[in-house]
């Protein structure tokens, strides 16, 4: 996920799938040619569908060529100082560039919303803290016989509105995870104020829309 595209008639999110698909990569490529062509010609955006060196097959909704090394996402410093708050030698890695979404989003309001939608995206970012929220990323792989997961969310301090409400509480105690049985296969536990929560929700919603804030 990338940019915006404006060429057309309309802002189309840049979407890119990559799949290392191996000897079949052409025989699949032509299979996702032949279902893009049967597409409705009225559609926003149009289905690329190539093969790169190394058996990559590449589907997107933009022009896109295999990038540089230097060019790549691995090449980031943000990915790499998220990745380092993963699990080492990771099978899966998701990553989340929320910065960067919310920045194309705020693009996309200011050019095409009219100045109600911009009140209420400006006060729905501030309210919700969600500005406040830079990258997520998730990693999972094996650790020995078993399988783990990790996840890491930054958001640094100061934290507003609802983000803080729920990121900005005590860690979970030895105590409280004593209760969980041994026999547990599974165990998931956080700590927030709930009447806290209710209260800066009720703020939340009557600051981005004042009429809706009586049924919360």
Do not use: H
């Not at 279902?35 to 409705?40: D, M, N």
């Not at 955006?45 to 896109?64: H, N, Y």
């Amino acid at each position: 996920f990338g940019p915006l595209d404006y060429s057309g008639k309309m802002p189309t999110p840049k979407i890119a799938i990559f799949c290392q698909a191996g000897k079949d990569a052409q025989t699949l490529a032509d299979s996702a040619t032949k279902l893009a062509a049967q597409l409705p010609p009225d559609v926003p955006f149009k289905i690329r569908v190539q093969v790169w060196p190394g058996d990559v097959l590449v589907m997107s909704t933009f022009a896109i060529n295999a990038p540089r090394p230097e060019d790549s996402l691995a090449q980031r410093e943000q990915f790499q100082t998220a990745v380092k708050q993963g699990r080492p030698d990771p099978a899966l890695i998701a990553f989340f560039d929320a910065e960067k979404v919310l920045n194309v989003a705020s693009l996309a309001i200011n050019m095409a919303g009219d100045g109600k939608a911009k009140t209420m995206w400006q006060r729905a970012l501030l309210t919700t803290g969600m500005a406040g929220i830079k990258r997520l990323v998730f990693t999972a792989g094996f650790d020995g016989k078993d399988w783990g997961t990790q996840a890491f969310v930054e958001a640094p301090q100061p934290r507003m509105g609802l983000l803080a409400a729920i990121l900005d509480n005590q860690p979970v105690s030895d105590d409280l995870l004593k209760l969980a049985p041994q026999s547990s296969s599974w165990v998931a536990a956080t700590r927030f104020d709930l009447a806290k929560m209710v209260w800066d929700l009720r703020n939340t919603v009557a600051r981005i829309e004042p009429s809706a804030s009586k049924n919360v």
